[in-house]
């Protein structure tokens, strides 16, 4: 296991017209004395400009990556991740632009990720009374899919955009694997991971709507991209049975 010593965080948010939001994500984020790789997807000039004075503002703490053509979230967020790694940062926290998640909570999943250092740290939504029950069933089809795809109900939530990742272990896997890089990408970072062999720690959070109220989620496309992985996934589990089963008999007989 890394020393205590070894252990040295920083934040990877991706960006795409979250001008309204951003700034005050990253003071949030900045207010934990976290550096924060900012990657701007493309942008518009207006989030452009405000991305290119919030890295000004913070010189030493921001690092402002930019894509030329929109990647997805997904590609956004592997760029983040591949420049901490190559940082030297050991773990990096994904938080998403738009304010939806629970900055205060920051503390607690560094606490988590300081003490399982080869977990990830998976935020796990909780939501109030006022969330759409159609955005629920359709998160819920997808959980269904992801215990199924690992044959445990190890990942509570795969969707959630708010979690730690070891880098080592991500970068082998990306060394190896090219991964979606929409919508898609969260689900099956995570679902690889687990197949890998990396353990999934679940911390509630507190999830609300975004504060700038812009969604960049395509009905169309992200669920036939969604839809597409699911399958995917499910015939690299039946290739991985034996040894997720395995995996699955050596936990419960240690439970015991």
Known sequence: ??????????????????????????????????PCVLVDDASSAPCAAVLDELARAHPGMVTLLRHAVNRGKGGAVLTGLRHAAAAGYT??????????????DIPRFLQQAAAQPRSVIAGCPQYDESVP?????????????????????????????FRVYPLPSLMRLVQRRKLGERMDFDTEVLVRLY???????????????????????????????????????????????PRLLGRRLRLTRGQA
Not at 24 to 31: E, G, I, P, R, Y
């Open 1 to 34: 296991m890394p020393q205590a010593e070894q252990f040295k965080p920083c934040a990877v948010i991706p960006v795409y017209d979250h001008e309204h939001a951003i700034g005050t994500v990253l003071a949030a984020v900045l207010a934990h004395q976290l």
């Open 91 to 104: 773990h990096a926290l994904q938080i998403d632009a738009d304010g939806q998640h629970c900055t205060g």
């Open 133 to 161: 029950p159609v955005r629920l069933y359709a998160r819920y089809l997808t959980h269904v899919w992801v215990w199924i795809n690992t044959l445990s109900l190890d990942i509570k939530d795969s969707m959630c955009g």
């Open 195 to 241: 197949w890998d062999g990396v353990s999934v720690v679940n911390l509630p959070t507190r999830v609300t709507y975004p504060l700038d109220g812009v969604s960049h989620f395509r009905m169309g496309l992200d669920n036939l991209l969604i839809s597409r992985l699911h399958a995917t996934l499910f015939f690299g589990m039946l290739l991985r049975a």
